[in-house]
């Protein structure tokens, strides 16, 4: 068996964990007796500078014959985020019919999280987040530029089959886990899209009867993440409130170094996006200290996503090994003072 991998390293510390986690994605391929292709596109920021967009007008046919795709980060200091967003990850979710954003926050033995009173194993929740739509919708307009009566629209936009897919996938991820899902809406405030979403929720709902269902509006549920995060599950949120729940689930997990992310084509017809959290992070960039962990757990979902089971639980194994040994190598967001290379280089040997 052979898989065809699509690299993006894009910009900052996404270069340098790509490179940095390349060897072992290999290694976790010969380990389980499958070949694996890799093509390096060099799409980001730099080339936006350059030649005045992130992606050449073929991206996306470009990237639709792989088994899967890797991204670094997106980000630059120079460029406003919501051109490098839209110039790359958001076209690539969309084209792809990336419906739905999985990701994971554990807080691994070893691991100190921010918050007192929580040991390894404590925290380990996963975030639905509906990944097309939303609030993230390119739907609006901003006209009378610069006049007294400019005005700016965005409008949210909730489809039936949107929601209804993200939502069926938290509900089976929930089965598979504790039985237990968190909805999380804002439909106090916003009568129309939100209480559509809840609506939805309720009827999936009844298909899966042994998931217990927890309804919290997002402002309770940011500070019910940081006040009692043991206690959840599975949480499914819109695009926008996904986002902002995963950063904080990240946080009190340890380290947005640590945080993964799969961004899934539900129905298989194109590749689906992994992607390690963290940003770009301009402000490490080029010191070589940049945590590798996340990536290589978007490796393992990665590898989980292609149906190699084995494989990925033997890169989350590793992680896990690595963080529950005090002696090991940590790069300075986990207190250490070690390099990316060297972190990786004893995930390897460990492997």
Known sequence: MSYDIALLPGDGIGIE????????????????????????????????????????????????????????????????????????????????????????SVLFDGIESPLRGYEGGDIDLVVFRENT???????????????????????????????????????????AREGHLTNVTKSN???????????????VAAEYPEVTVERLLVDAASMDLVRRPDEFDVLVASNLFGDILTDIGAIVSGSMGLAPSANINVEGHSPSMFEPVHGSAPDITGEGIANPLATVLSIS?????????????????????????EDAPRTPDLGGDAGTKEVVSDLRRRL
């Open 17 to 104: 964990v790509i490179d940095a986690t390349l060897p072992l994605l290999e290694d976790a391929a010969d380990l389980g007796g499958f070949s694996v292709e890799t093509t390096r596109y060099e799409w980001g920021s730099e080339r936006y500078l350059e030649e005045g967009s992130m992606m050449p007008e073929d991206a996306i046919e470009t990237l639709e014959g792989y088994d899967a795709i890797l991204l670094g980060a997106v980000g630059h200091p120079d460029i406003p985020d919501h051109l490098t967003l839209r110039g790359m990850m958001l076209p690539i979710r969309k084209a792809f019919d990336q419906q739905v954003c999985k990701r994971p």
């Open 133 to 175: 739509e939303g609030e993230y919708s390119d739907a609006g307009g901003h006209e009378h530029r610069g006049y007294p009566h400019e005005v700016a629209v965005q409008t949210a936009i909730y489809t039936r089959q949107g929601t209804e897919a993200i939502v069926r996938a938290a509900f089976e991820e929930a089965t």
């Open 301 to 325: 979902m990665l590898y989980e996503h292609l149906g190699e089971d084995a494989v990925a639980a033997a890169l989350w194994d590793v992680v896990a090994d690595q963080l529950s040994d």
């Open 189 to 203: 405030a916003q009568a129309h899209g939100m209480v559509f979403w809840d609506e939805i929720v309720e009827e």
